[in-house]
């Protein structure tokens, strides 16, 4: 049901504005090969490391535009939305994205190392991002936050590496109106180094702003589990887990996206809508970032949770399988029948 609403959704030719920010990167995915040959997984890269290996060669395939905030603004605008996108876009590679772009410095530099179905990131911050701040943005957005506020849709990510995110939030947070802005999705993100003590104020953060935007969060299985650990613990299953800390931060909804379904917690309860498996593995990284992207699309064009998680996940499945981004053709030409 939920992907024959997809198809009756999209078929109206929604677009929804929708503003991205604020990180961007040069991602470079290369193939790793040592004297034995091509490392396909990486259990098979521990084992060379394990037996003493310590010299191998690595084989460039593709360097392409990336970032959190990037990915998510090329999937709204490959379903047909109007897009925005503030980020770290500095560089000639970021120059011919296909939609309106201010740039606020320097991108990060991105190595992804592609271990069969699992990938590898390294990642080098410019100095422009470590030291980002609430005022660039503000400056980027014309000297308010207006192009947030006014917009169907915001995505943004990356809240390890954009601290001052959180003094984003407060601003948005303390604007006049009640309830005057879109949905407002987070994709948080690596959390592995984020203190439980900085979850915490984003969640009292996240809680305000939800005042003003529909706040969706949007995470994987590693997210889940950091966020629960400071809720308390995992629950009992993944809905339960997404349930407390959903209930912790106080936002409209978290979604979780894995492999075989995606699961929405919402204040008016949870759902499941089934995923599909994949035929190959092509690309896994920046695949949560095009979720992401179709969570935004969907919400930010007032639909119903139902298809807007089918959208999102074929969004996501698409990605791995073929390393591209799905436009809205390519949704509308097959048969979605789960």
Not at 48 to 74: I, W
Not at 182 to 211: H, K, N, Q, R
Not at 297 to 310: K, M
Request: glycine fraction near 10%; charged fraction near 25%.
């Amino acid at each position: 049901m939920a992907y024959a609403e997809l198809r009756a959704e999209l078929s109206g030719n929604p677009s929804p504005r929708v503003v991205a920010f604020p990180d961007g990167s040069i991602d470079t995915f290369s193939r790793i090969r040592s004297p034995a040959g091509r490392l396909d997984s990486l259990t098979a890269f521990s084992d060379e490391l394990a037996d003493g290996k310590r010299s191998f060669h690595l084989e460039p395939e593709t360097r392409e535009a990336g970032g959190q905030a990037v990915n998510m603004a090329k999937q709204v605008h490959a379903l047909g939305g109007d897009t925005e996108l503030y980020g770290h876009l500095d560089d000639p590679l970021l120059a011919d994205l296909p939609f309106p772009c201010v740039s606020m410095g320097e991108p990060a530099a991105v190595s992804v190392l592609e271990l069969g179905d699992d990938g590898v990131l390294f990642a080098a911050e410019s100095d422009a991002i470590r030291d980002w701040t609430a005022a660039d943005v503000r400056t980027a957005m014309g000297g308010d936050f207006a192009p947030i506020r006014d917009a169907d849709g915001a995505c943004c990510g990356n809240i390890a590496s954009f601290p001052a995110l959180l003094d984003v939030f407060r601003s948005l947070a303390s604007t006049d109106g009640d309830g005057d802005g879109g949905a407002f999705v987070l994709d948080p993100g690596d959390l592995t180094d984020v203190a439980a003590e900085t979850i915490a104020d984003y969640f009292s953060v996240l809680s305000d702003l939800d005042d003003r935007f529909e706040v969706v969060l949007s995470v994987n299985d590693l997210e889940t589990d950091r966020l629960a650990e400071v809720v308390g613990g995992r629950g009992k299953s993944k809905s339960d887990s997404l349930e407390r800390i959903r209930d912790e931060a106080a936002v409209s909804a978290i979604v979780y996206h894995g492999t075989e379904r995606a699961v929405a917690a919402t204040r008016d309860g949870t759902l499941t809508v089934p995923n599909y498996t994949v035929s190959t593995v092509e690309r896994t990284t920046g695949a949560g970032d095009r979720f992401s992207g179709g969570l935004t699309f969907g919400r930010a064009s007032g639909w119903d949770w139902e298809p807007t998680l089918a959208l999102a996940n074929v969004c996501t499945s698409r990605y791995v399988e073929t390393a591209t981004t799905v436009d809205v053709e390519a949704v509308l030409s097959e048969e979605w029948t789960k």
